[in-house]
Nanobody, 126 residues
Framework: QVQLVESGGGLVQTGGSLRLSCVVS????????MAWFRQTQKKVREFVAT????????DYADSVQNRFTVSRDRAKNTVFLDMNSLKPEDTALYYC???????????????????WGQGTQVTVSS
């Protein structure tokens, strides 16, 4: 089992920044891929960013490319999402997720992930 606990959400103005954190515990994470998803009021859960725990390879949704940065601190067992130039359309409940091979689907799909945190709310005011 893997446990994920997110924090760092809040209310920010358009153009502002936030850092989300996800503390990971439970087992050896070397083969794990970590990701951030978000769910809007329309209840659609969409991919935001992903990073491989040991390799460090990253991928981003087009909508956040060049604004958001995903990283991990292996010593602290924490995944981060640094969000800059925030827009009202970034408002959502942000989830941290984890999975290990074999992947059930491509890593941008939520069905690929076995473990989820409880979510942290990000609200961007206009």
């Amino acid at each position: 089992q893997v446990q994920l606990v997110e924090s760092g959400g809040g209310l920010v103005q358009t153009g502002g920044s936030l850092r989300l954190s996800c503390v990971v515990s439970g087992r050896n994470l070397d083969n794990y891929r970590m990701a951030w998803f978000r769910q809007t009021q329309k209840k659609v859960r969409e991919f935001v960013a992903t990073v491989h725990w040991s390799a460090g390879t990253r991928d981003y949704a087009d909508s956040v490319q060049n604004r958001f940065t995903v990283s991990r601190d292996r010593a602290k067992n924490t995944v981060f999402l640094d969000m800059n130039s925030l827009k009202p359309e970034d408002t959502a409940l942000y989830y941290c997720a984890a999975t290990e091979p074999p992947y059930k689907s491509y890593w941008t799909g939520d069905s690929a992930y076995d473990y989820w945190g409880q979510g942290t709310q990000v609200t961007v005011s206009s």
